[in-house]
């Protein structure tokens, strides 16, 4: 089990991430060269100064009797890198398949798990799957197959994988894990002229962008059914549009009378180039499990710390 992991963003070492398997939380520390050149990556809870401190966030455990885990004893900068619901069901299956039981990786080897793959531009090294160095074919209704079988919990799946099977296990696990959310998605390449789809957790090819992909037709237990949730997300898209809401391109792709939605991922730029993004929850540790906890006036001052422009807002 891995305890500690650097944390690098755009080739060069952000710091260094070390869990506490007695306290349930993770401690971070950036590195001095990189605290030199500036790069303000958590201004608001993780500042860089010109003393050499480390951060931890006692209070981002999970708390006694709480069936939220949002956080999972880090700080919000890498708690973003997390998957969610889907993530953490396919996380598990990857655990059986090791012989271990559920839930059993720490904070820290989560994002090992995750390494290169995060959503943003921070990186995680050690990395315990493989990255890939060229993208693969995706196969879309292999994936919607697969993911429900993984998630109706109504036989041991991993125990009865098929070898073709098992290559799409291993594929939805690359391609699955890496954004958060309650439903099954993917991070994927796709070329609008020809329909392709290859997977999208490295550079894309020419002619390719990268996109996110939501499943539809999935059937799981806690969810249930996702048949037509592609139309609908769509639709608020198109009404977001008229409203004049700028966001970023989305599109419908239809197969086997299923309809996936996808919008352009705003992360990343051309082939490969990341950006660095943060969520609301991360930037100010606000729980998003803890509905109606707080409001527009929270982010509106949220923006004014940070100095944002009219556009940037």
């Known amino acids: 089990m891995m305890n500690t992991a650097i944390v690098n963003i ?41 003393e050499q401190r480390i951060y931890s966030f006692p209070e981002l455990r999970k708390e006694t009797g709480s069936s939220f885990d949002t956080f999972k004893g880090l700080p919000g900068l ?12 396919l ?10 039981p559920e839930n059993s990786m720490n904070s820290v080897e989560m994002l090992c798990f995750i390494g290169k793959r995060g959503m943003g531009a921070l990186e995680i090294e050690p990395a315990i799957l493989k990255q890939n160095v060229n993208t693969f074919s995706v196969e879309i209704d292999s994936l919607v197959e697969i993911a429900s079988k993984m998630l109706s919990k109504k036989e041991p799946f991993v125990a ?70 592609g139309r609908v997300e769509y639709a608020y898209y198109l009404m977001a549009l008229d409203c ?20 352009r991922r705003f ?25 109606n906890s707080y409001s527009y006036e929270q982010l509106f001052q949220t923006m004014r710390e940070l100095k944002l422009t009219y556009a940037e807002a």
């Open 10 to 50: 755009w080739g060069k070492m952000a710091g260094a991430v070390a869990w506490d398997e007695k306290s349930e939380w993770a401690s971070f520390e950036y590195d001095p060269a990189f605290k030199r050149l500036g790069w303000e990556l958590s201004p608001l809870k993780m500042p860089l100064s010109t």
């Open 78 to 89: 890498l708690a973003d890198m997390l998957p969610d619901r889907y993530g953490n069901e």
């Open 91 to 100: 996380i598990n299956l990857w655990l059986a398949q090791q012989g271990r």
């Open 160 to 229: 009865n994988l098929k070898s073709d099977e098992e290559k799409a296990m291993r594929e939805i696990l690359k391609i699955g894990t890496s954004a958060g959310g309650a439903r099954p998605k993917a991070v994927i390449a796709y070329n609008e002229k020809t329909g392709e789809v290859r997977s999208g957790q490295t550079r894309a090819p020419e002619g390719f962008k990268h996109w996110l992909l939501k499943l539809d037709g999935v059937s799981e237990v806690q969810l249930g059914a996702t048949h037509g949730y």
């Open 244 to 263: 004049g809401i700028e966001m970023m391109p989305c599109r419908l792709l239809e197969e086997n009378g299923r309809a996936h939605f996808m919008t």
């Open 267 to 291: 992360d990343r730029e051309g082939s490969y180039t990341k950006h660095h993004i943060q969520t609301f929850c991360a930037m100010k540790h606000f729980d998003y499990n803890r509905v």
